[in-house]
């Protein structure tokens, strides 16, 4: 114990010499965490629209008024389909509805008017969404103008025979950042933890102080139990920030209690501390331990974490991959915790998994790791 100390006090003396080192330590998971955090939404909403009317009636303009809401901010009239697909090209535009001259005459004779919704296309999973919108605002519409031909007629207006009645659970107003924003907390704690200890032990190596280490009795498990406690104290900090700036930046309330997140999140930044452990095992310099670490955790916790993309959404190999890295297991917490009220033993698979993920990697740091050079 006493060499472990030892070992601890001396890093974090080198870390509070190096202030830049210092200042990475603190102040970029807090920059990434904002950064993302503003930055990343799925939610579509307000999409610039506009529309040609031809018809210029009252139930062109009902139609048009239909529009106007929550999912579309209606940016005027367009006067011709040319200036729509300029508009629609440069990106000042979504979508544009265009209403045909007999659109209302067609109506009232009891025929079928079409109408034509020109979309910006290349953001396909946007345009789907736009599309399904549309069609929902104008098959609202045309129910609105059934009804209307109904009562006109003196006939009884019965229900629809089925009628289905949604109820969206733990995200109930469906607001995307609700689920990215404190998934983003895995991020921050995967790729953080793993750079600085990667990188405070590849400088080692590139100063050459590694060779100070290696002329002393102390073992390989006590070097690297002793180099990773002060980044296990920086990732904590850090991990309390960044729950306090969910709760106060973002505005985004924890349902569930946070002891239940606090022991999965120690387990997760031991993994990540053991990740970086294992690329400094493998590299020389600070600049390859960087890249490799990158590399290894940004990617990865993007595509297969579940946090943009759900992982029963992805093909064979993707789940695949989802399962290999830690950080959808820990992404499974956060969500149990901010949207499900779940308590830590309703989520012990997946803190049982997280430990046997630390097991893993750390033993196999302290078997790669070389006390003696050649």
Do not use: C
């Not at 308590?343 to 698979?349: G, V």
């Amino acid at each position: 114990m006493n060499r472990i100390y030892a070992i601890a006090i001396k890093e974090i003396k080198e870390i509070w010499r190096n202030r830049l080192f210092l200042l990475l330590a603190f102040l970029v998971p807090f920059i990434m965490f904002v950064v993302f955090g503003y930055g990343i939404s799925l939610d579509i909403e307000n999409m610039p629209f506009s529309y040609i009317d031809y018809d210029r009636t009252r139930l062109s303009r009902d139609l048009v008024d239909k529009f106007v809401g929550r999912y579309f901010n209606l940016q005027g009239n367009v006067s011709d389909p040319k200036e729509a697909e300029k508009l629609l090209s440069t990106g000042r535009l979504r979508a544009v509805l265009v209403i045909p001259p007999d659109f209302s005459r067609r109506i009232f004779k009891g025929e079928t008017a079409e109408v034509q919704i020109l979309i910006d296309g290349g953001y396909p999973y946007t345009s789907l969404t736009v599309k399904g919108y549309a069609e929902a605002i104008i098959g609202s519409f045309s129910e609105m103008l059934q009804q209307e031909a109904l009562q006109k007629r003196g006939l009884e207006i019965r229900s629809s025979p089925v009628r289905v009645e949604t109820r969206y659970l733990f995200n109930e107003s469906l607001k995307s950042s609700y689920a990215l924003v404190p998934g983003l907390i895995a991020i921050v704690l995967l790729v953080n933890p793993a750079v600085l200890t990667a990188i405070a032990i590849a400088r080692e190596k590139e100063f050459g102080t590694i060779y100070n280490i290696y002329s002393t009795p102390v073992r390989k498990i006590e070097f690297l139990i002793g180099k990773i406690i002060p980044y296990m104290i920086i990732s904590s900090i850090n991990f309390f920030i960044v729950v306090f700036t969910v709760k106060v930046l973002f505005h985004i309330p924890m349902k569930g209690n946070l002891l239940d997140l606090i022991p999965g999140a120690l387990v997760y930044v031991l993994i990540n501390v053991s990740i970086g452990l294992l690329i400094s095992s493998v590299t020389r310099t600070v600049v390859s331990a960087q890249i490799v670490t990158l590399i290894i955790t940004v990617i990865p916790a993007f595509l297969y974490s579940g946090l943009l993309i759900p992982v029963s959404n992805l093909g064979t190999e993707g789940k695949m991959m989802a399962y290999i890295y830690p950080t959808m297991h820990f992404m499974k917490i956060i969500h149990g915790v901010y949207l499900k009220r779940l308590s830590i033993a309703e989520m012990l698979p997946q803190f049982a998994l997280l430990i046997l993920y630390f097991i893993g990697l750390f033993s196999l740091s302290i078997k790669l790791f070389k006390k003696r050079e050649a």
